[in-house]
């Protein structure tokens, strides 16, 4: 059985919906799984006046936990096209591992959410992407056999480089279905992914 991990960091849930979700489709395709996610930056009195969801339930993770895990499933909104400073400031602490290759061979997908359709969720993924191919990681996308993505019906996340939902300007849109079912098909992908590497 693989183990895999879902990181994330998220400010008003959307995020955090999505992880649930990676989580879900990863179990339900045989793998162990772990929900972590990253310390907050922000003092809590900015948070606080700023409407974050400060009630998540997920441990903080420590880089130091990293190795012990087939598979890296990251998740976190997007500032200005590219990953929270959150996130960012979590893999800067990872120089150790990336200096002993501790990550090399395993797995690693990303998702993210944004305001609105045009925020920048592919540049978001790729940024998360980046920092995973630099720790000689085996990175996969969302593959269009998630036929979700396809949709014209609606508005909605997806991506061939990863999941993604959109939460709206003012943070009001709830994931969507279409949305949680391209997260729950993306951590049963890794799952299966990581099960064949460390076969």
Excluded: C
Excluded at 32 to 39: A, H
Excluded at 79 to 108: E, H
């Amino acid at each position: 059985m693989s183990r895999i991990l879902v990181l994330y960091y998220s400010s008003y849930g959307h995020v955090e919906t999505m992880a649930g979700a990676v989580a879900d489709g990863a179990r339900a395709a045989g793998a162990e799984v772990d929900i972590r996610r990253v310390p907050e930056l922000v003092p809590d009195e900015v948070a606080r006046a700023s409407h974050f969801k400060l009630d998540q339930p997920a441990p903080i993770a420590t880089p130091d936990e990293l190795p012990g895990y087939d598979a890296i499933v990251v998740g976190t909104g997007t500032r200005y096209g590219r990953m929270s400073s959150q996130m960012a400031n979590f893999w800067d602490r990872t120089g150790g591992l990336w200096a002993k290759g501790a990550l090399i061979g395993k797995v690693g997908a990303a998702f993210t959410s944004t305001a609105s359709q045009h925020g920048g969720q592919e540049t978001t993924l790729f940024s998360i992407l980046t920092n995973l191919l630099h720790h000689g990681m085996v990175i996969t996308g969302l593959p269009y056999s998630f036929q979700g993505q396809l949709t014209l019906d609606e508005v909605a996340g997806g991506s061939p480089y990863g999941a993604t939902t959109l939460a709206g300007g003012d943070g009001s849109r709830a994931v969507s279905e279409i949305e949680l079912a391209g997260a729950r098909f993306l951590g049963g992908h890794v799952a299966t992914l990581a099960a064949k590497v460390t076969a």
